[in-house]
């Protein structure tokens, strides 16, 4: 079966995954970072002056859940609201990864659809609600994520 983005020039796929690569944007990656190394959902979180990016999880690990300034960092995506999960998950919002921006554009580039969809502005604010609280972001990463996910700055995209 023929892909749309297959139907893409090189140039061109490389162009398409720059514009799309949006604070809120959610993302499914091969990740080196995990143990074992795996594929993930993650949600970019902020651009500048690098990507930034939180996890997305199946579930709430004991880790977290016993930890209340953990547990309290965790945004709830409702399977109902997008449709690229097929069940409730969680975003952590406790950790921010960084990636090179090479790395995840390379992954993007070879498969479109990686790129799953955006964020609601509800959950946009949920989500910076909770960093804003976080006692383990650091303030730099709390004000870049802030001025990357306020409103206004993306269209939603990518739900049902």
Known sequence: M???GDRFPEGGKA???TRQLVPGQVLYLFCQF???PKEKYLVLVSVEPGPLLFVVNS???PFIADRPDLSKCQVM???SDYAFLDHDSFIDCSRAISLPEDEITSQLIADLGRMRGTLSPTTRQQITRVVQAAQTISPAHKRAIELALAPGDVAVSGQD
């Open 2 to 4: 023929v892909r749309l």
């Open 15 to 17: 162009e398409h995954v």
């Open 34 to 36: 995990t143990h074992p």
């Open 59 to 61: 579930r709430v690990s």
């Open 77 to 79: 995506l409702a399977a």
